[in-house]
């Protein structure tokens, strides 16, 4: 059964405490990768798509990286904005789309 | 952002009762989605369309129906609601299908059923 699962399930950092955060998933066959970010009270917002093995993407302060079994979401010198909960989804070759359950992240001044 | 309005934002309701949402779009965008989202799943897709009056089921569409008879409009429709039901109800809007593209989410209906 194709599933999605993130890691951990909430994350408290101090503001400038680095981390990453993990979706892993076993499905049949991966054809792309998202990462979304979700402020409470508001719809998934995207931020990245990555298609292989070995991709990576930047933006600001966040980085995400692809392995053939899993993703991270790397978070550099992260600022109190940066508290969002963050959601990956993932692409099968059945051209389904399967949520993660989302990492709750929060950045403490 | 994309123009999407979800209403209402926030409904309570009592069981057996019949509820719609509706999901409104000014982007002209081909692909609309509806989605649950509960603690501890992650998004799941209720039923979808790619065209006016073309839709189909997605994983959990037991309980719901849908209809589009505009592109910008997509309705959800729970016949007798259950308490089940009580979720966070998310619309999403493409050009192409999701798998190719990201979507573009709107706001949420949190809908409490009593």
């Known amino acids: 059964e194709d599933q999605v699962t993130q890691s951990p399930e909430a994350l408290r950092l101090q503001e400038g405490e680095s981390s990453s955060l993990n979706c892993s998933y076993t499905?049949?066959?991966?054809?792309?990768l998202f990462w979304y970010r979700q402020d409470p009270g508001k719809g998934p917002e995207f931020l990245f798509t990555?298609?292989?093995a070995g991709e990576e993407k930047e933006k600001e302060r966040l980085k995400a990286t692809l392995t053939k079994k899993e993703s991270f979401l790397h978070i550099t010198a992260p600022k109190p904005e940066d508290s969002a909960t963050y959601l990956c989804?993932?692409?099968?070759?059945?051209?389904?789309?399967?949520f993660g359950p989302g990492t709750s992240l929060s950045v403490i001044p | 952002d994309a123009g999407i309005t979800q209403s209402p934002r926030h409904k309570v309701t009592e069981t057996g009762t019949p509820v719609t949402l509706r999901c409104h779009q000014t982007?002209?965008?081909?692909?609309m989605y509806w989605y649950r989202q509960d603690p501890g799943h992650g998004l799941r897709l209720i039923h979808y369309?790619?065209?006016?009056?073309?839709?189909d089921k997605g994983e959990v569409s037991d309980g719901y129906s849908v209809s589009r008879s505009k592109t910008e409009d997509f309705l959800l429709t729970l016949e007798s609601a259950t308490s089940s039901q009580t979720s966070v109800y998310f619309c999403?809007?493409?050009?192409?299908?999701?798998?190719?593209?990201?979507?573009?989410f709107g706001d949420g209906t949190r809908l409490s059923i009593l």
């Open positions: 369309s790619y065209g006016v009056k073309d839709t």
């Open positions: 990555l298609y292989s």
């Open positions: 499905v049949s066959g991966l054809r792309g």
């Open positions: 989804a993932v692409r099968t070759s059945y051209d389904k789309v399967i």
């Open positions: 999403a809007i493409s050009e192409i299908w999701a798998g190719n593209q990201p979507q573009h």
């Open positions: 982007e002209n965008h081909r692909y």
